[in-house]
């Protein structure tokens, strides 16, 4: 059994829980229920839609999911420091844009409650470094941002390091419930576009694992299959992390929604045989004229799907609208180290010396997306217009 890796912190974290995981032969409720509770992670039920939580606050302790581990282990990771917090984000233990911006949050908020005096001036200085550190974590991940900047003005109104602690963990548990809640409406809406026995393609993950909800791609996917429009998925594995293979295979067979992975570079040749109705992804960030980042290889499912005449959907919370961003070529976009695509599961396949390119996310134009889906309505192009029209309906 491994174990529990120090965060960079000097603090480490505590193992709540590490198991195998079973091969998923359980059938019936009550089986998949034993089964979950001795995983010891917690499921909800949202339009019979099992939910799983990647982050939690427990009384002072941020707990997070460990992403890196699945689906092989399920490890949750309780931290006492906020910056064994910045270092899970960063580490992508916790990953997705929405998912980061709620960690943020529940970061910010540790750090709060780490803070020792009730000087307010310090706490405000203090807090400052602490957004500063979070923005440094994923640079292209909008919600991140978004996040902070809710703190922020949360923080500009207290008086008392008392009312900001108490105050900045209540605006934490707002956003999450609020994610929770955009999920289900976007699903709602994304649902309805699909065709009867619609066999849909997707690629890294978009489920409970990357936000505070039942997902935004894939939770348009679970919520057209238990409405019986849904035929199969086709999950790309999503190289070089393997984001679609670990996590969104994992989360469509706990819940025994139809699907085959097929790896990244067999999308067209299932486009050319007129198998795929539509293609569903997340998104990372969008700019105001409708260009999207979203994980590396979005863009060439994109020019794919666009050749096809295949519909290209991008499903994303108002959240994650950068109305501040033109275009998206002011997007910017993180690269990450060489060893995510030289080694795969800790074993290196090039030869040593090899040099790499590694961005983690492309730019999609918005003149090859069908539609972008919130939990606000669905925008169409005219972007520009649309998206603004969108965003000033939320609260």
Same mark, same amino acid.
């Given at each position: 059994?491994?174990?529990?890796?120090?965060?960079?912190?000097? &603090?480490?974290?505590?193992?709540?829980?590490?198991?195998?995981?079973?091969?998923?032969?359980?059938?019936?409720? =009550?089986?998949?229920?034993?089964? #979950?509770?001795?995983?010891?992670?917690?499921?909800?039920?949202? @339009?019979?839609?099992?939910?799983?939580?990647?982050?939690?606050?427990?009384?002072? &302790?941020?707990?997070?999911?460990?992403?890196? !581990? $699945?689906?092989?282990?399920?490890?949750?990771? /309780?931290?006492?420091?906020?910056?064994?917090?910045? /270092?899970? +984000?960063?580490?992508?233990?916790?990953?997705?844009?929405?998912?980061?911006?709620?960690?943020?949050?529940?970061?910010?908020?540790?750090?709060?409650?780490? @803070?020792?005096?009730?000087?307010?001036?310090?706490?405000?200085?203090?807090?400052?470094?602490?957004?500063?550190?979070?923005?440094?974590?994923?640079? %292209?991940?909008?919600?991140? @941002?978004?996040?902070?900047?809710?703190?922020?003005?949360?923080?500009?109104?207290?008086?008392?390091?008392?009312?900001?602690?108490?105050?900045?963990?209540?605006?934490?548990?707002?956003?999450?419930?609020?994610?929770?809640?955009?999920? *289900?409406?976007?699903?709602?809406?994304?649902?309805?576009? $699909?065709?009867?026995?619609?066999?849909?393609?997707?690629?890294?993950?978009?489920?409970?694992?990357?936000?505070?909800? +039942?997902?935004?791609? #894939?939770?348009? +996917?679970? *919520?057209?299959? !238990?409405?019986?429009?849904?035929?199969?998925?086709?999950?790309?594995?999503?190289?070089?992390?393997?984001?679609?293979?670990? $996590? %969104?295979?994992?989360?469509?067979?706990?819940?025994?929604?139809?699907?085959?992975?097929?790896?990244?570079?067999?999308?067209?040749?299932?486009?050319?045989?007129?198998? *795929?109705?539509?293609?569903?992804?997340?998104?990372?960030?969008?700019?105001?004229?409708?260009?999207?980042?979203?994980?590396?290889?979005?863009?060439?499912?994109?020019?794919?799907?666009?050749?096809?005449?295949?519909?290209?959907?991008?499903?994303?919370?108002?959240?994650?609208?950068?109305?501040?961003?033109?275009?998206?070529?002011?997007?910017?976009?993180?690269?990450?180290?060489?060893?995510?695509?030289?080694?795969?599961?800790?074993?290196?396949?090039?030869?040593?010396?090899?040099?790499?390119?590694?961005?983690?996310? =492309?730019?999609?134009?918005?003149?090859?997306? %069908?539609?972008? +889906?919130?939990?606000?309505?669905?925008?169409?192009?005219?972007?520009?217009?649309?998206?603004?029209? $969108?965003?000033?309906?939320?609260?």
């Amino acid at each position: 059994m491994p174990k529990p890796q120090h965060c960079g912190t000097g &603090v480490p974290p505590v193992l709540r829980l590490m198991s195998r995981m079973p091969k998923p032969h359980l059938h019936g409720q =009550d089986a998949w229920a034993t089964f #979950l509770i001795c995983t010891g992670i917690l499921w909800l039920v949202a @339009f019979r839609a099992v939910k799983v939580r990647p982050i939690e606050w427990q009384e002072g &302790v941020v707990c997070i999911l460990d992403q890196t !581990q $699945l689906p092989e282990w399920v490890v949750v990771e /309780e931290f006492t420091d906020w910056r064994g917090v910045a /270092e899970a +984000i960063r580490a992508m233990k916790v990953r997705g844009a929405p998912a980061i911006g709620i960690t943020a949050a529940y970061g910010i908020a540790l750090a709060a409650h780490q @803070f020792e005096g009730e000087e307010m001036s310090q706490f405000r200085a203090f807090i400052g470094e602490v957004f500063q550190e979070f923005a440094r974590t994923r640079p %292209t991940a909008v919600n991140l @941002f978004w996040a902070i900047e809710r703190m922020q003005k949360v923080l500009n109104t207290c008086t008392t390091v008392r009312e900001a602690r108490e105050r900045l963990l209540q605006e934490a548990h707002q956003i999450l419930q609020e994610d929770y809640e955009a999920d *289900v409406k976007l699903a709602q809406y994304g649902a309805l576009l $699909l065709p009867p026995q619609a066999r849909v393609m997707t690629l890294c993950n978009t489920g409970a694992l990357a936000t505070g909800g +039942i997902g935004t791609a #894939l939770g348009i +996917i679970r *919520v057209a299959w !238990q409405q019986g429009r849904l035929a199969k998925a086709y999950v790309c594995e999503t190289r070089p992390r393997l984001q679609g293979l670990r $996590l %969104t295979t994992w989360e469509l067979l706990q819940e025994g929604i139809p699907f085959q992975l097929i790896t990244d570079n067999m999308a067209g040749w299932l486009m050319a045989q007129g198998k *795929v109705e539509a293609v569903v992804v997340g998104a990372d960030r969008i700019a105001v004229n409708g260009d999207t980042a979203n994980k590396i290889g979005t863009y060439s499912l994109a020019v794919l799907a666009h050749y096809h005449r295949i519909p290209f959907y991008v499903a994303a919370p108002t959240s994650s609208i950068d109305l501040g961003t033109p275009e998206g070529k002011a997007i910017p976009v993180e690269h990450r180290d060489a060893t995510e695509v030289t080694h795969i599961g800790g074993l290196r396949l090039a030869p040593q010396g090899t040099p790499v390119l590694n961005p983690a996310f =492309d730019i999609t134009p918005a003149e090859l997306i %069908t539609a972008i +889906i919130t939990e606000h309505g669905v925008a169409q192009p005219p972007y520009t217009t649309s998206l603004r029209e $969108l965003c000033s309906k939320a609260p």
